[in-house]
């Protein structure tokens, strides 16, 4: 069966085999927003290139060919995690011969190597551990300000920030205003999992639950964070669990408008407590995708975060509803101990290539998704 919608200002016209996608395609082509079922409608569909055609449609509506990316810097200053969460590769108990923690001058000293270009960003996320008080994060943070002023610091997730402010006996709103006055920008959008309150019993139990990591977040966009939102898929849950994500951060962002950037996560099981598990495949990421920019409508970004994605993959999405790829990393650590085989980094030259090659404009932005401008040695920031 074929549709075609008219009613559209593009000369492409709609076309399906799955009758279940006309009437959501109605809704999209008329910029109405999609329900609960109709979520439940695009995974379900045989029609991976409809549902991906559609939401191309909306990011081309939103963001033209343009596509961001970004030059940053990873930094995990420990692994040792009192969590134990199954669905991770990357904590270690306190006392493991693998934990490790940085001293801060060890972690500043981090932050300058790897790669040459001069980093916008850098991207801070840790384990939860036991001894560390809120004080060596502060002092991480303010010490990173104090040697690259111009670049922008996105720390701790809300699961870090939860645990941190439990631990110093503060609110999550005196935690937060510590935090900015040591020099945290903003915050990256870890730790959500999938918000459903059976999958988080089974793969990371002892983490905050759903209602907590988005109270955390309301909390800091009320204080003016910008946010950036994830949700691990590919595990235990189902297609009503990740609807129900989806709309839960939809519906925070109706209140608040504080997050940018929505990352979908793939699960990778290797070395994880739930190794026996399968990896997704390249059509379920592709979906994610495209399910994530439908039914987030609010959301200005999605990204296809290539270290979690592959390169090729993460290309592809660029059609089927992502902006945006990240960036250049440097050092990845939680997706290679869960058997990543991606490259640890990417220089700008190879992101560009890889935008480019997909019929795309990059452009360089900050956190902030202003667009950067470099001379040899470094950057500046349009206002
Ligand atoms: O919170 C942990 C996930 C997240 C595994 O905000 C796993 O710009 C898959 O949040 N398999 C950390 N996923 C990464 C993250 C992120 C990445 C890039 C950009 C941004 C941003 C945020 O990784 C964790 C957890 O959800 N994770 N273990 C695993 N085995």
Redo the contacts with the bound molecule.
Sequence with gaps: MQSETTASPHPAAFRTHDPQLEHIAAKVLDGERLGFNDGLVLYGSPDVLAVGWLANRVRERMHGDVTYFNVNRHINPTNVCVAACR????GRKKGDAAGYTMALEEAWETAATGYTESVTEF?I?GGLHPDLPLEYFLDLVSGLKQRFPKVHI?AF?MVEVAYLARRAKLSIEETLKKMRSAGVDSM????A?IFSARVRSIICDHKIDGEEWLETARIAHRLGFKT?A?M?YGHIENDEDRVDHLLKLRALQDETGGFQ?F?P?????EN?ALDHLPVTTGLTDIRQVAVSRLLLDNFPHI?A?WQ?LTAKIAQIALRFGADDL?GTVVEEK??HD?GATTPQGMTRKELCRLITEAGRIPVERDTLYKAVTRTEDSFTVAV
């Design positions: 669905l991770c590769a990357f991207h996320v996105k997730t990256p959008g870890g730790g999992e950036n994830t691990l950037t990352i996560l793939a699960f990778h099981p994880t990204k975060y979690m990240d939680i997706y869960a």
